[in-house]
């Protein structure tokens, strides 16, 4: 049955693979998704489905009711790419390509929103299904986005964490999203790190670099002192923590005569859980805070909840591989690790049963600058096909699989409030050393 339910996506291949194209040639990255969240719901619209729209930000979610009480199932796309100037899609003035694979996620979420409005797809099914094109998933531009953050447009840096505080995900009992992934089999960890996403600034004094440089306290040194200590402490990590750090410099300086007194760094701690999160991420800004004192430079840290570390709940684990049966030539491979990847799907993991599976069909390196979607037939009708045999599995019966599911179901926070208070006491910000008159200096890590 699940086999010939999911030949129905078949015939809305065209509409998948345009929509792959469209994306794919008009990337975008977080929270500047205009143009992909507008053709997905010109899409939507057309297809008979009502939209909620976020509306100062992109994206969107709609809901089909089956008519049958039961669970409320979210599926997502994200619509968000990457900044890769050297790929020879990206866009020359941005930088911004999809080789991430979101383009491929948005076409497989158009695709099953087309075979669920196809008659008797959804006759065996109860519940409701709530399908989301959700922006920002790829953690760059952090100061962008703190801007819209200071604004007021946004409050979190991921826009899942983002609708999760809007209410948009309030009744939902169940959700997944599929990604693409250039391994050659349907598959899926046991989770992935988190992260405290960081904006650093070393502020030191402007100088001649040749004529006065004494007159200067250089915070491109100061920056370079302080990655050179995020490296020292490295062997200090747990490897059961699965810690990561890994900076890069967005301002070095303005001029190669003068003395720069402004460098910028962003950065993630990555890590298995809060705890190793918050336990490495004082040792970096201890790290960072010593190379600014040896200076006399100063140095404000901006740090931000990122994502929360994924869970895969066991039971959509067996659903999706039972789903991947649909496949002749494809099999389901479980990897019992964490991923050192991040997704901001961890953070609806800890409030209701959710998974984050991958489907072939890529090819080059993920987020480098050869990866390619060569066979969309693969990642993009297949995802949806293979999305819409979970669907299938989860609801019918009286969705008594998915109630199975959400019984043994260990939430990690007891309430969307809960998990929203916690991460929002990871927020710290401000400069971390004060200088005083007699010489001496107190630090706030």
Not at 122 to 150: N, Q
Not at 209 to 235: D, M, V
Not at 405 to 428: C, H, R
């Amino acid at each position: 049955m699940l086999k010939s339910q999911a030949k129905v996506v078949d015939k809305f291949r065209d509409l998948i693979i345009d929509a792959q194209n469209y994306i794919w040639a008009n990337a975008e990255t977080g929270y500047r998704e205009e143009k992909t969240s507008k053709y997905l719901e010109d899409a939507f619209e057309k297809l008979g489905y009502e939209l909620t729209k976020a509306g100062n930000i992109p994206g969107f979610y709609t809901v089909l009711d089956t008519g049958r009480p039961g669970p409320v199932v979210l599926v997502l796309g994200e619509l968000d790419s990457l900044i890769c100037y050297d790929h020879p899609d990206s866009n020359p003035e941005t930088g911004a390509v999809h080789c991430c694979g979101h383009s491929a996620q948005c076409a497989a979420l158009l695709g099953l929103a087309a075979a669920l409005k196809e008659p008797g797809v959804t006759d065996t099914m109860c519940g409701k299904i709530k399908l989301c094109a959700v922006p920002a998933e790829e953690l760059i531009e952090i100061g962008y986005r703190s801007e819209l953050i200071k604004e007021g447009k946004i409050r979190y840096l991921g826009g899942k964490t983002e609708f999760l505080s809007r209410g948009y995900f309030d009744d939902v009992d169940l959700a997944f999203m599929v990604h693409a992934t250039v391994d050659n089999t349907l598959c899926c960890n046991r989770g992935s790190v988190g992260l405290v996403a960081k904006t650093v600034t070393y502020r030191g004094v402007s100088a001649h670099a040749g004529g006065s440089p004494w007159n200067g306290c250089n915070a491109l040194y100061a920056a370079t002192q302080g990655l050179n200590a995020i490296n020292a402490i490295r062997e200090t990590f747990k490897e059961q923590d699965c810690i990561r750090v890994h900076p890069i410099i967005t301002k070095g300086g303005n001029a190669v005569n003068a003395i720069p007194d402004t460098v910028i760094i962003e950065s993630y701690v990555r890590g298995k859980t809060f705890d190793a999160i918050v336990e490495a991420n004082k040792k970096v800004n201890r790290a960072l805070c010593g190379a600014a004192l040896s200076l006399g430079a100063n140095i404000e840290i901006d740090d931000k909840p990122g994502y929360a570390p994924l869970k895969n709940d066991a039971g959509m684990i067996e659903m999706a591989k039972d789903a991947g049966a649909i496949f002749d030539d494809l099999e389901f491979k479980f990897n019992d690790k964490t991923g050192t990847g991040s997704t901001d799907m961890g953070d609806l993991s800890l409030l209701f049963p959710s998974i984050h599976p991958y489907m072939p069909g890529s090819t080059g390196k993920s987020h480098g600058a050869d990866y390619q979607v060569p066979n969309p037939d693969l990642t993009c009708v297949g995802s949806a096909k293979w999305q819409l045999a979970m669907l299938t599995l989860l609801l019918k019966d009286g969705a008594e699989r998915a109630k199975k599911i959400v019984e043994n179901f260990e939430p990690t926070f007891a309430s969307k409030t809960e998990y929203l208070n916690y991460i929002d006491e990871l927020n710290s910000s401000g400069n971390r050393i004060e200088y005083t008159n007699s010489g001496e200096a107190v630090v706030r890590l």
